[in-house]
């Protein structure tokens, strides 16, 4: 989160900030925040001359040989009624100046683009097997490649437009929609023999990538308490998309959230610490399935998989030192390693580079998105993200490490979906042949021992 002294000192550009991203300037209110920071310091201070004229009137007691008069004792009791009326009033103070200060979002980098919408996203590249890397005069804002890509299925056996996938996993029995809505409700489903084959294998072939990059893997908590979720920043903005465990089911009677994605997880395994510099950066991931209520989307994307309540995802998360041209270089390090799994899948996508008001999640200061372009809607789905979150989530966790000079600074920290189950739509809809089979990715063909699905 952002410091108090950085708002004090920046007033006009933080309140531009939530304005181009799109925050609610009425629970983001600067003004009031700042009276509420005066008037807690006003009443910290009164507490805090009243606690030491608690003291002085104790030791007067302690250090008189004679038993302590009426008039010492009065003074003592009220000084102890005096002191619990202003800490009530004290930690209703902080009360409002915490709701504020958690609805207030990262700073956007001066690298995101200034837009309201996806049409002020801009694109920095595109790629197909069959054009290669666009050169900067096929890219624009948004979709301004989805033109210059290759319009049909990247590996098909000639050009056609391909079902869906949800059409072609219903007619291969390897995607049940009705049978998840039968047992589950809506936007939920079965994934079954070749469709989990070729999941898991996706998985499998980043998880090898990522152990070589010496990245830690790691087997997380699906079930959170609420600082995690307040940590990572999906709390308070994003709470409407996260579902409650019901207290009286849980041990403890503590509140306990489904996870949306393992980095809230992932970071606060490390909350509460100070790091090493030279054990810095960090570099974990994790596979897992992942939950959210998608309020707000209902009537969106109602067909296929690409908008689930459940979700399996393999996150890829990065705490690194407070240094910007380093980390930097680490954002570019992970959108590298989600090119090289496009590529390797042979898929065509875009990344672009998100604008101030699509940011998303308030930690976040600099995104991108990777998208792979569908050849049965001629339109871009979105498969991966790449945040760069500053020291805001850090603050939050108050994970520190300790310089060479022996000094303590928050670390800085960045996450990134490095596989969901998105890639398997991609999959179907551009290995899909004309005779209504899918050919079997290459590098897939090991998890799967054949090489078309649907073929006798």
Not at 327 to 351: D, G
Request: with cysteine; hydrophobic share 35%.
């Amino acid at each position: 989160m952002l410091t108090i002294e950085y708002i004090k000192n920046h007033q006009e550009e933080v309140k531009k900030n939530i304005i181009q991203r799109g925050f609610d300037s009425k629970k983001c209110d600067i003004e009031k925040l700042l009276s509420l920071e005066t008037e807690k310091n006003r009443v910290q201070t009164e507490v805090d001359n009243l606690r030491q004229k608690r003291n002085e009137n104790s030791d007067s007691i302690k250090n008189s040989n004679a038993k302590p008069t009426p008039e010492l004792i009065a003074v003592g009791k009220g000084l102890k009624e005096s002191i619990a009326r202003q800490e009530v009033e004290l930690e209703g103070i902080k009360k409002n100046w915490r709701e504020i200060m958690g609805w207030i979002p990262n700073m956007a980098s001066v690298d995101s683009p200034i837009g309201s919408g996806p049409e002020d996203n801009i694109e920095i590249k595109a790629w197909s097997k069959q054009t290669g890397m666009l050169v900067s005069g096929q890219l624009s804002k948004a979709n301004g490649s989805a033109q210059n890509i290759y319009q049909f299925g990247s590996n098909a056996d000639k050009e056609f437009v391909p079902l869906s996938h949800w059409e072609i996993g219903k007619n291969l029995d390897i995607i049940d929609l009705e049978a998840g809505a039968k047992v589950s409700g809506s936007r939920f489903y079965y994934l079954k023999k070749e469709g989990y084959l070729m999941m898991y294998g996706i998985f499998d072939l980043l998880m090898k990538k990522l152990l070589a990059d010496n990245f830690i893997p790691m087997y997380v908590p699906l079930l959170v308490k609420t600082r995690a979720l307040f940590g990572s920043s999906q709390f308070p903005a994003d709470q409407d998309q996260i579902y409650k465990i019901a207290k009286e089911n849980v041990e403890d009677n503590n509140s306990l959230y489904l996870v949306g994605s393992s980095e809230p997880s992932l970071f606060s395994y490390y909350q509460d610490t100070l790091q090493k510099e030279n054990d810095l950066p960090i570099k974990m991931f994790a596979t897992t399935p992942c939950f959210r209520s998608e309020a707000g989307s209902w009537g969106k994307d109602v067909r296929g998989i690409k908008r689930m309540h459940q979700f399996e995802k393999m996150e890829m998360d990065i705490i690194t030192k407070n240094n910007m041209e380093e980390t930097i270089k680490i954002h570019e390090y992970l959108l590298s390693i989600n090119e090289w799994l496009l590529q390797t899948l042979e898929l065509p996508y875009h990344v672009i580079n998100i604008c101030t008001g699509e940011l998303g999640y308030a930690a976040a200061s600099k995104k991108y998105d990777v998208e792979v372009f569908l050849p049965n809607s001629k339109s871009y789905i979105e498969i991966m993200s790449n945040s760069l979150t500053t020291d805001f989530q850090s603050r939050r966790l108050n994970i520190k490490y300790l310089n060479q000079n022996n000094e303590k600074n928050f670390v800085y920290t960045l996450n990134n979906t490095g596989a969901t189950h998105r890639l398997l739509i991609a999959i179907l809809e551009h290995y899909q042949q004309s005779d209504s089979t899918i050919m079997v990715p290459a590098v897939l063909k090991p998890y799967i021992n054949k090489e078309y699905i649907g073929k006798i």
